[in-house]
């Protein structure tokens, strides 16, 4: 393999090793958790700034109605007095007040249902956020799972049955060779061994006789 393609390889298997982390599922998870839980602090942050201004105009109101009730009886007070024209100054205040109260009390309502909806979004978040963390507990083992039998596999990947095959016949090929070497060693060592002891010596007339007799016997 070339050196520039080996740099390749390598430069290919780095950035597919940094893709690989960025997707890591539990890492994925744990962002999302991230993000819910800013968007859940952003709603609570709303429906508290809500809340506010809900209690700030009720507030208001029942100022509104305390000051109407002050000049009723600055009113009653005056007529009682005889002085018409504090009385006159005091009913026109209520009924000022009177109208500002309506408003109030309208723009109240209004208030209420901007509460009650923000109350609704945030506990709809609220509620995916909880599923969100049991699902993301039953995805964290499932990938830990996965995970774990995927190391498995590819610890087992690198086995080839194949190879081992091939160099267990290798070697058992290698061993027969050399006991055939032994083997043929037996019947090749020193192969004039068997000529060794009929080396032709002297044989007498004697000897030559006696044979004779006895082949004619």
């Known amino acids: 393999m070339g050196i520039f393609k080996r740099i390749k390889t390598i430069a290919s298997a780095d950035i597919n090793g940094l893709l690989d982390n960025m997707e890591d599922p539990i890492a994925m998870l744990n962002e999302y958790t991230r993000e819910m839980e800013h968007e859940l602090g952003k709603a ?6 809500q809340i506010f201004v809900e209690n700030k105009q009720a507030a208001l109101i029942g100022q509104t109605k305390e000051l109407m009730e002050r000049r009723t009886r600055q009113a009653k007070l005056a007529i009682e007095k005889g002085e018409d024209g504090i009385a006159r100054l005091a009913v026109q205040e209520k009924i000022n007040h009177e109208q500002q109260l309506s408003i109030y009390e309208q723009q109240l309502e209004a208030i209420k249902e901007q509460t009650n909806i923000l109350k609704e979004k945030y506990n709809e978040l609220l509620v995916t956020y909880n599923e969100l963390q049991h699902k993301k507990i039953l995805l964290a083992s499932r990938a830990n799972v996965a995970n774990s039998i995927k190391q498995i596999q590819k610890v087992s990947s690198t086995f080839s049955a ?5 160099g267990v016949t290798k070697a058992e090929e ?34 030559v006789s006696k044979e ?3 082949l004619k016997g």
């Open 44 to 49: 609570q942050s709303a429906l508290s700034r």
């Open 162 to 166: 194949d190879n081992i095959v091939r």
């Open 174 to 207: 290698k061993i027969l060779f050399m006991e055939a070497e032994v083997q043929a060693g037996g019947y090749t060592k020193n192969p004039l061994n068997s000529y060794a002891g009929t080396g032709f010596s002297y044989v007498s007339d004697d000897e």
């Open 212 to 214: 004779l007799e006895k």
